[in-house]
């Protein structure tokens, strides 16, 4: 029945990794299904015969697919299936397209699409991994152009020791969350979060990772060529060479004119102009080329502005290559928001603001994992006008997840933990003016505005974007400190590292060439340490320390636990009693399943302790010579009066207990509503007795 079927097995991590190909999934360009103990990824590459008419630019598309019954739970909503990807599935998907992207081959346009499908999933063995090496198996024994193989790992650091993908245990011991991907010969993508890690130790992993890399990447030699397809001979697009030898000749002075200028608008303009030139020039001799022609003079003008920087140092805006662009920045600016902050580094500007609730405000996930819910959050929104363009407001991309995901991570490691503050925190980037690095943008703004909202942080937190600039024929290599966008479009890596005064928080680098070896490495994570602390500086000469106050528009929260066997008689049935105390003090209240109480008020500290004394006083079971400050609420008049000590809870002043004196009834001492204090003497079965003490008079 599957007479191409072929497995093939190895180790990795310490675990025994299957890739089954021939059996499933036949009509793909490329199909494997990679299992690891109960987790099972399946991977499938397609490729469109053709390019779309006009195409210009190369269209992959990666999806990773969350199928909830791979951890045996129906989808939650009302149709009961999986609907738009969560934030996790989109951010994986990023994570396997960028060490795919940069091995295709230049003047590709045809239609290529990576879909990795969670099939299985055990809660200890994260399927990203294997879909990251799923989709490189696929893509090898396809007939799609591509240079790889690449390989996948998580490599975690558990008492000063690396470990290949760390299972749960070791990641909640783990100081370290890395993502890294490459060739047998480089590195091609990094994404880690830290708890503020050393240059060293952040080195030592990419290179330990690295060393498990190479071995997957001959098992899949071995894949390839036992089943990989003959690679298709395809009509790549280029420039012919008659219009760029053209194009070349007679714009090279005037674009070297144009570009002799350190005016971002000023050589804009001398381009648009320099290609206005061009094409006026060649209009009749190259009919229906326009496209080509631009193609060379993006090209030419490429190779300029690379030779300026890698031959004399010289940066497009005049920097030098470790140079950070000038900084101010500003908070509180926005009056009623519980923190603001706002970080302007050359023409890069972010406004972050820091909103504070209760941890019922929590962000609730439904993933494959068990985290359910998420109390930091950080998001990042870059709207047109941030970059000069006429365009609408559109819901967050892949580009705006990813981003305020790095941020989130950057962040994550230095904020406080739930007993230390019981806040929920959301964090919104708003990018204002964009030409570089507006992620790291983020991450100091935020920085900024947590401080600014009093949120005791454990430090500071800056970033900062790293560039490179690689001559494959002299082996020159330039890294350039805080890139903007010009060195970001026409170079070859895109390095963010974001941390405190101590060390990395969070790291992610983006390659356009087929990696980079050990010694770049150390360089750009050296150079942008150094970039990092002066940004640092800049920031704390604005806000020194966290403020000692917070907005008075953000909630003033209390928490405590009580017995969680109390927890219904708080809530009463149907939520009676706890709406009451919320009416009464005009309090939130949450409470949890383990018994943590939580109240906020906002500007009202007298109602926030008052709830919080009810709540208490529910939980608390009385005891002999406790005192209450109480309320009469019925009287027997030959008998006692009877008063609330909690909601449902009543003792009783007997009437020879409340006056020295003989008195008949009880109403010559206390009438219904009466505000009286008073203590506990006895507690039987028949109810509580109570003692007058004093009756509160007015």
């Known amino acids: 029945m599957t007479p191409n079927y072929k497995e093939f097995k190895t180790v990795i991590g310490g675990r025994e990794v299957t890739v089954e190909t021939g059996k499933y999934c036949e009509q793909t360009s490329g199909s494997c299904i990679v299992r690891c103990g109960e987790t099972v990824v399946m991977v499938n590459v397609t490729m469109s015969p053709t390019a779309k008419e006009g195409q210009d630019f190369f269209p992959l598309t990666v999806d990773y697919q969350e199928k909830m019954y791979s951890v045996g739970k129906i989808p939650g909503g009302f149709t009961k299936r999986e609907g738009r990807a969560s934030d996790k599935a989109i951010l994986t998907s990023r994570l396997i397209d960028r060490p795919l992207r940069p091995l295709f081959p230049k003047g590709l346009f045809n239609d290529v699409v990576v879909v990795a499908t969670a099939l299985s999933v055990d809660p200890d063995i994260a399927p990203e991994p294997f879909a990251m090496l799923g989709s490189s198996i696929a893509l090898s024994v396809s007939d799609i152009p591509w240079a790889g ?112 200028t350190f005016d971002r608008h000023e050589r804009q303009e001398g381009q648009d102009a320099v290609e206005k030139a061009v094409l006026e020039h060649f209009a009749e001799i190259y009919p229906g080329k326009e496209r080509e022609m631009k193609d060379s003079l993006y090209y030419l ?66 993933g494959l994992d068990d985290e359910d819910t998420k109390r930091y959050m950080h998001q990042y929104n870059m709207p047109g006008y941030a970059s000069g363009e006429a365009r609408g407001i559109r819901s967050p991309g892949r580009r705006e997840i990813g981003h305020g995901a790095l941020a989130e991570r950057a962040l994550a490691q230095v904020i406080p933990s739930e007993e230390e503050f019981p806040y929920a925190i959301r964090m919104v980037s708003e990018v204002l003016s964009s030409n570089g690095s507006t992620s790291m943008g983020s991450v100091c703004g935020s920085t900024l505005a947590l401080m600014d909202a009093g949120v005791p942080i454990k430090a500071p937190v800056a970033g900062v974007a790293m560039g490179l600039i690689k001559d494959t024929e002299t082996g020159k290599v330039a890294v350039m400190t805080d890139i903007q966008g010009l060195e970001d479009f026409l170079g070859d890596m895109d390095f963010k590292v974001a941390g405190t005064e101590k060390g990395i928080t969070a790291i992610q680098m983006d390659i356009k060439i087929k990696g980079i070896d050990e010694a770049i490495l150390r360089k750009a994570i050296a150079q942008a340490n150094d970039g990092r602390r002066h940004i640092l500086g800049k920031m704390l000469e ?34 009676k009693v706890i709406n009451k105390i919320i009416d009464e003090t005009g309090t939130k209240i949450d409470i949890t399943d383990d018994g943590v109480v939580s109240i906020a008020a906002v500007a009202n500290h007298e109602m926030l302790e008052r709830a919080k004394a009810i709540v208490l006083s529910i939980a608390k079971d009385p005891e002999v010579g406790d005192r209450y400050l109480t309320e009469v609420v019925r009287i027997l008049p030959r008998t006692g009066a009877f008063c609330e000590l909690a909601p449902g809870k009543d003792g009783m002043i007997h009437i020879s207990k409340m006056s020295d004196k003989r008195i008949e009834s009880v109403e010559e001492v206390l009438a219904i509503g009466d505000k009286v204090k008073v203590e506990v003497i006895k507690i039987g079965e028949k109810g509580i007795d109570l003692k007058l003490l004093e009756k509160i008079e007015g």
């Open 301 to 366: 003008t490429k190779e300029k502005v690379r030779r300026k920087i890698i031959d004399k140092g010289i940066r497009p805006d005049g920097r030098t290559l470790t140079e950070v662009r000038p900084i101010w920045c500003e908070h509180g600016i926005l009056p009623r928001v519980h923190g603001t902050g706002l970080f302007t580094r050359g023409q890069t500007q972010v406004m972050t603001t820091c909103t504070l609730a209760m941890l019922g405000d929590a962000q609730k996930l439904e």
């Open 149 to 260: 193989p690449t390989g996948s790992v998580v490599v975690g650091l558990v008492d000063g020791k690396y470990v290949i993908n760390p299972d749960l245990k070791q990641k909640e011991k783990s100081t370290l969350h890395l993502n890294l991907a490459g060739t047998k010969d480089a590195i091609m993508m990094v994404e880690a979060g830290s708890k503020e890690i050393s240059d060293d130790e952040m080195v030592g992993a990419i290179l330990f990772g690295h060393e498990e890399i190479k071995k997957q990447c001959a098992f899949q030699e071995e894949i390839v060529a036992a089943v990989g397809k003959p690679k298709l001979e395809m009509d790549l697009y280029h420039v012919p060479e008659d219009i760029d030898a053209a194009v070349r000749e007679y714009a090279s002075d005037m674009l070297d004119k144009a570009l002799d």
């Open 542 to 575: 604005c806000l020194p320390k966290v403020n000692d106050h917070m907005s008075k528009y953000a909630p003033e929260i209390i928490s405590f636990k009580i017995n969680p066997e109390k927890i219904r008689e708080v809530i009463g049935s149907g939520g």
